[in-house]
């Protein structure tokens, strides 16, 4: 699935698990309203969206 897609599907599924919020290695991810908002500082590493059960399983 190409990249934007990903995004934006996670952007608009997402259930605040969390579990990406630990795997940012720039720490710049946080939980708001019950969804994952990523801030400033993110280097597009993609290590939040490997991890992501709504990409995974979704
Ligand atoms: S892509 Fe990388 S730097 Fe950006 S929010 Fe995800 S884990 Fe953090
Ligand atoms: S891992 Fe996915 S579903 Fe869980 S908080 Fe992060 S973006 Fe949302």
Not at 12 to 24: A, D, P, S, T
Request: glycine share 14%.
């Amino acid at each position: 699935m190409h990249r934007v897609e990903l995004s934006i599907r996670r952007t608009l599924e997402c259930h605040g698990c969390g579990v990406c919020v630990g795997k940012c290695s720039n720490d710049v991810i946080v939980i708001e309203g019950g969804v994952a908002v990523i801030g400033d500082g993110c280097v597009y590493c993609r290590k939040c969206i490997e991890v992501c059960p709504v990409v995974k399983f979704g």
